[in-house]
C-alpha cells in the first residue's frame, strides 16, 4: 500500500513539472485552437410547428398545406391539401449543433425559424422533426414547447405590438440525440491541433508552449493553421489526460492590424496593432438650410385678375471651418483615438476619415467594411 502512494506521489510530481501553472496573461488553448476529430458538427430539420392561436401561414403556402396533409395521410386520416385551413400551423427550419462526444439520448438545444408567412410562432409546438447532416443520415430528433422571449399583437386597424423577432423561437433541450457521431480522438499516438484564426507566428508560438511545457520536441508546427502533437511516452494510452493538460496552457495570440467599419451603425472598432503614419487631417461639415416662404400675389383693382400664390425660397449654405490637425505616429491606440477625438468627429464622420487616410496610404491595417 506504502509503495502505491510512493508511485502515485511521484507520477503527481512529474506531471507538475512537465505541465507547470503559468501566469502569464494569455489565451488558453481550448479557447484559440480545437484537436482535430473534436469539432461540433451542424443538422438542419424541416418541420410544423402547431397550435398558433391563428398567426400560422396563410392558405397560399402549399407547401405548409402539403406537409400537413402528407402528416395526416401518414396516420391514415385523408385529407385534400386545399381544404385545410393553416392559420394554426407554420411550416419552420430546425437547426442545431451536435458534439461528436454526445452519446445516445443525450439532449440538445435546437433553433427553430419560420419559413412561410407567419406572423408569429408564439404559444407554438413543434411537432416530431428529423434532424439530419450534411450525408443526409438522421442524427437527432426534435420535439417540444418553443420559446420565442418575445411577442406580437395587431389590431384589426393594422397597429400592432411587437418585441424582439417572433418568428425565431428556441427549444431547451429540445432534440434527443439518436445517432452519434464517430470520434477517434486519443486513439492514435498522433494529433493535429487546429487554430480557429490561422497566423503563423501564434502556430509557432503554441508548439513552443507545448514542448516547453512537456520537455521536449513533440510538438511541431505544419502551417499557420495546423500543429502536429506526438503523445510523449509519459502519457501512452493516457491521450484524453494529455489532452485536458494542453487546453489549459496559455499562449499570447498575434493579432493583425485591422479596422472593422460597420457603415450602418456608424460603429467603428481598431484593434491594439492599428497605425496610422503622420498625417494632416481637416474635417467640416456643410450646412445647406433652404427655407420655403409662400407669399400672395394680389392683381390690381378692376384688373379681372387672380389672387395667385408665389413661392419665396432663401437658401444658407453655412461650412464649418477647419483647421489641419496632426494624427498618427502614435505608439498606443489610446493615443491614436485621443488624436483623432481632437478633432471633434463623430463615429460617421471617422469612417470617412478612415476612408480618406487608408486611400492616402497612411492607414497601416486592414480597412474592413460590413
Not at 420655403?292 to 392683381?299: H, L, N, V
Request: charged share 15%; glycine share 10%.
Amino acid at each position: 500500500m506504502i509503495k502505491k502512494i510512493f508511485i502515485g506521489l511521484a507520477i503527481a510530481l512529474l506531471m507538475s513539472n512537465w505541465f507547470p501553472v503559468t501566469s502569464s496573461e494569455g489565451a488558453r488553448i481550448k479557447d484559440i485552437a480545437y484537436f482535430k476529430g473534436g469539432r461540433t458538427n451542424q443538422l438542419i430539420g424541416y418541420g410544423l410547428i402547431v397550435g398558433l392561436d391563428g398567426t400560422g401561414d396563410k392558405d397560399q403556402t402549399r407547401f405548409t398545406n402539403t406537409t400537413l396533409s402528407n402528416l395526416l395521410d401518414n396516420m391514415r386520416i385523408k385529407v385534400d391539401p386545399l381544404a385545410i385551413k393553416v392559420k394554426n400551423v407554420a411550416a419552420v427550419m430546425v437547426t442545431a449543433n451536435l458534439s461528436p462526444f454526445l452519446r445516445n439520448g443525450s439532449r440538445i438545444d435546437c433553433q427553430v425559424s419560420s419559413v412561410g408567412d407567419a406572423k408569429s410562432l408564439q404559444g407554438g409546438t413543434l411537432l416530431m422533426t428529423p434532424l439530419q447532416g450534411p450525408d443526409s443520415q438522421i442524427y437527432a430528433v426534435a420535439q417540444g414547447p418553443i420559446v420565442l422571449g418575445g411577442y406580437r399583437y395587431s389590431g384589426a386597424s393594422g397597429s400592432k405590438v411587437e418585441k424582439n423577432h417572433p418568428t425565431v423561437g428556441l427549444i431547451s433541450e429540445g432534440a434527443i440525440v439518436e445517432r452519434e457521431i464517430p470520434s477517434h480522438l486519443g486513439e492514435s499516438n498522433q494529433m493535429q491541433l487546429s487554430l480557429k484564426t490561422p497566423d503563423f507566428t501564434t502556430a509557432i508560438k503554441m508548439a513552443q508552449t507545448i514542448n516547453s511545457a512537456m520537455g521536449g520536441s513533440f510538438a511541431h508546427a505544419l502551417d499557420a493553421g495546423t500543429i502536429k502533437l506526438e503523445t510523449p511516452p509519459l502519457f501512452e494510452n493516457r491521450s484524453i489526460e494529455m489532452i485536458s493538460q494542453i487546453e489549459n496552457l496559455q499562449v499570447q495570440p498575434e493579432q493583425i492590424a485591422k479596422v472593422i467599419v460597420n457603415e450602418r451603425t456608424g460603429t467603428v472598432v481598431m484593434g491594439a496593432n492599428v497605425r496610422i503614419s503622420p498625417v494632416a487631417v481637416a474635417h467640416g461639415n456643410l450646412t445647406v438650410q433652404v427655407t420655403e416662404t409662400p407669399t400672395a400675389s394680389q392683381p390690381l383693382p378692376f384688373s379681372r385678375g387672380q389672387t395667385v400664390v408665389l413661392p419665396d425660397t432663401q437658401i444658407n449654405v453655412q461650412e464649418q471651418k477647419a483647421a489641419l490637425r496632426m494624427v498618427g505616429g502614435e505608439t498606443t491606440i489610446a493615443q491614436l483615438v485621443k488624436g483623432l477625438n481632437a478633432i471633434g468627429v463623430t463615429p460617421r464622420d471617422l469612417i470617412s476619415i478612415l476612408q480618406s487616410i487608408r486611400a492616402s496610404g497612411a492607414l497601416q491595417a486592414d480597412l474592413e467594411i460590413i
